[in-house]
């Protein structure tokens, strides 16, 4: 599966642009959306900008993500431990 992060963009270059998704900055193409501006909140799949977001629908994704990473933690947790959850019944 392959999900679209949430990134700020930090500056623009001919054909791509730099952003940040909160760690190390990185770069991705920008031909889908030339339009788009040193601290606009992008969309990034595959290493290209795929659409242009509001800071509102950014910080939505962000926090679903953060959720999503928890449960993941959680979840590798309680598979290493060989314990199932509550109310799962075995053989």
Known sequence: MCASLPAQV???HPATALV???QSPF???RQ???EVQPGDW???NAGQIVSQITPEEA???RELLR???A???EADQVNRSGSCSAGASGP
């Open 59 to 61: 910080a939505a994704i």
């Open 10 to 12: 930090v500056a623009l």
């Open 27 to 29: 770069i991705v193409g």
């Open 71 to 73: 449960f993941g933690s």
């Open 20 to 22: 940040t998704t909160g």
């Open 32 to 34: 889908l959306t030339p």
């Open 67 to 69: 959720e999503i990473m």
């Open 42 to 44: 992008v969309l990034v």
